[in-house]
């Protein structure tokens, strides 16, 4: 964290939609974490994992089934004009009057926000300035994103809440916002994310949480989310070779191996031991390893095994699911 001082807190949070009897569902069950002053947290999930249910917690927006959330030591529901006035919220989908322009829709929000930014410096600020007499209902995708998050800046908040804020943006767009996400992180901005999209997670993010199935499933620095995943080494088994003519795998430090027709994939938690371990055995054996690739932990590979197990029970099960491969533990 950046500050210690916990901006946002949330302990054993859960939503139920429905009465809390039959045929409800509980979308978010006993999440905790907390964000510091000026930290970017990002929270990560499948589709349906609980993301914007979580967040609209959090902005105060419905209470909790049970749990508890604090912004700026507050409860965003039932003391909402403590919160919101110091709160920037950027919803999945704005829903703005079609008949308006750029320019009118900022104005008629400024209107409802204290102590507002000028109409002018929010629309550069997300690169809109020069669409500020274009009705709303001709803007693309992309442009409605940026106006929702102008919007969620007009009041200058302390702590901003994007949800999935470059969805529909082109390349160049998403990375305009990065930059207006950092330039405001730098100035002190506290920001909740939500994002489907890894790289934007990597690039901002002090920390993050990824939600599967209502619960955290990883939390921590990405750094810290990765180290918790296995690398992989993967190469072609030499012509006339077997896997049990390799050098005893365990020794190696992997952890476990595929077998796809002639390719072996090794799973380990000690990259640098068992690629050496291979390699020396190579060199000693004569050998070349076609198709060689080391490969370390990425938070792709992180995320990509939660939603594994979302289908197949275990992200185990994933790849012995995968009729081609033959799974033998090492
Ligand atoms: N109003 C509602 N009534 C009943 N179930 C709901 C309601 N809103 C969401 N859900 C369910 O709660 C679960 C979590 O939904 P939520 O929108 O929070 O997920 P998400 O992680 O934001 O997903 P996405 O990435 O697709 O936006 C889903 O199974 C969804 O179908």
Redesign the pocket.
């Known amino acids: 964290m950046t500050s210690n001082e916990r901006v946002i807190d949330v302990t054993d949070l859960r ?1 139920v ?2 009465d809390g009897k039959r045929g409800s ?1 509980e ?2 069950r006993g999440v905790s974490f907390s964000v510091g002053r000026g930290e970017l947290f990002a ?1 990560l ?12 917690l959090l902005e105060g927006l419905a209470a909790p089934a049970g749990g508890q959330v604090r912004v700026f030591g507050h409860d965003p529901h039932t003391e909402r004009d403590r919160v919101r006035p110091r709160i920037g919220v950027m919803l ?1 989908e704005g829903g703005f009057p079609a008949e308006l322009n750029v320019a009118e829709t900022v104005r008629l929000w400024a209107g409802c926000t204290s102590g507002a930014r000028p109409v002018g410096e929010a629309l550069d600020m997300v690169g809109l300035a020069h669409r500020r007499k274009v009705r709303v209902k001709q803007l693309s995708g992309g442009e409605k994103r940026r106006l929702d998050l102008a919007l969620a800046l007009l009041g200058r908040p302390e702590v901003l809440f994007l ?2 804020p470059t969805t529909g943006l082109d390349a160049e767009g998403r990375r305009e916002t990065w930059e207006l996400v950092r330039t405001l992180r730098t100035d002190g901005t506290t920001v909740l994310l ?1 994002t ?1 999209y890894l790289e934007e997670a990597e690039a901002l993010a002090d920390r993050l949480a990824i ?1 599967h199935e ?1 619960r955290i499933a990883a939390e921590g620095r990405v750094d810290e989310v990765v180290a918790s995943q296995p690398s992989h080494i993967a190469f072609e088994l030499p012509d006339g070779y077997h896997v049990g003519d390799l050098p005893p795998l365990g020794r190696l430090g992997v952890s476990g191996h595929e077998l796809t027709g002639r390719l072996v994939r090794l799973r380990t938690d000690d990259l640098q031991r068992a690629a050496t371990g291979l390699l020396v055995w190579a060199r000693d054996t004569g050998v070349e390893l076609r198709r060689l690739d080391v490969r370390g932990a990425s938070l792709e590979e992180a995320f990509l095994r939660i939603a594994r197990g979302a289908k197949d029970g275990t992200a185990e099960q994933g790849t012995q699911k995968n009729e081609q491969a033959k799974e033998v533990a090492a």
């Open positions: 939503r939609y429905g569902f979308a978010v929270l999930g499948t589709n349906g994992a609980g993301k914007t249910s979580t967040v609209e999945q949800d999935e939500t489907h939600l209502g």
